[in-house]
């Protein structure tokens, strides 16, 4: 089958040809519309106080890393996104919005191990406003949370463990993949399918083993 012979046959079926056309840009239309999502991450560090003697929630010292863990369950347990494991991030998870709070585990999967009174705090939303108002909010609920234990205890005002942010600012980023890979990949889909659709997914490649084989004879 020459090249002229496919493009007599693609107009005998001209509407399978339209058909897949409009498809592929319908296809293309929907790839092109999605938008990226947005993540906001940071660390909150707890503080301890000049001096512990005041305050029973960090004596003894390991006992700074406990009051992180409480904290961090406590404020999660309202959270939109659930926990996942320590080494995905809510947006490997493919979640779109919420956010995350969780204490990091130094150890393994069936062994725990807190070492450090840190809380990883991860957020995700639509638009970078979104995701830096539920950071904003995870970071609110685990101040409060904090203050809340303290005043529970009596502790003062001169013995509190306080919380500050690593980094200062928090990390904001965006995932959306490659348009080009996209676009690319629902071109080629598109045109395969229309071939097969049109009676010619095999046309080509027997033409080319045709050749190949008088060659080889």
């Known amino acids: 089958m020459t090249v002229w012979d496919l493009v007599a046959r693609l107009g005998r079926r001209w509407y399978v040809l ?12 929907v790839v092109l519309s999605v938008t990226p999502t947005y993540f906001a991450h940071v660390h909150v560090v707890f503080v301890p106080p000049a001096s512990s003697e005041q305050n029973i929630l960090v004596r003894p010292t390991d006992s700074l890393v406990n009051l992180a863990g409480v904290v961090a369950r406590s404020v999660q347990s309202g959270g939109s996104a659930q926990p996942v494991s320590a ?15 969780r204490q990091p585990n130094r150890g393994g999967q069936w062994q725990y191990e807190f070492v450090e009174p840190v809380i990883d705090v991860q957020a995700v939303g639509a638009t970078p406003d979104e995701a830096m108002a ?4 995870a970071l609110a609920e ?19 463990v306080v919380t500050t942010l690593n980094p200062s600012t928090p990390q ?46």
């Open 134 to 137: 539920s950071l904003d909010r």
């Open 87 to 101: 080494e995905v991030t809510l947006l490997g998870e493919g979640e779109t919005e919420g956010f995350l709070v």
């Open 172 to 217: 904001l980023e965006s995932q959306s993949g490659s348009r080009v890979r996209a676009v690319t990949a629902t071109v080629l889909i598109g045109v395969i399918l229309t071939l097969s659709a049109a009676g010619l997914g095999g046309a080509v490649p027997r033409r080319l083993g045709a050749k190949s084989s008088a060659r080889g004879a």
């Open 142 to 160: 685990i101040d409060a949370a904090t203050t809340e234990l303290q005043d529970a205890q009596g502790v003062p005002e001169s013995a509190r």
């Open 18 to 29: 339209v058909a897949g056309v409009l498809l592929t840009g319908l296809a293309l239309v």
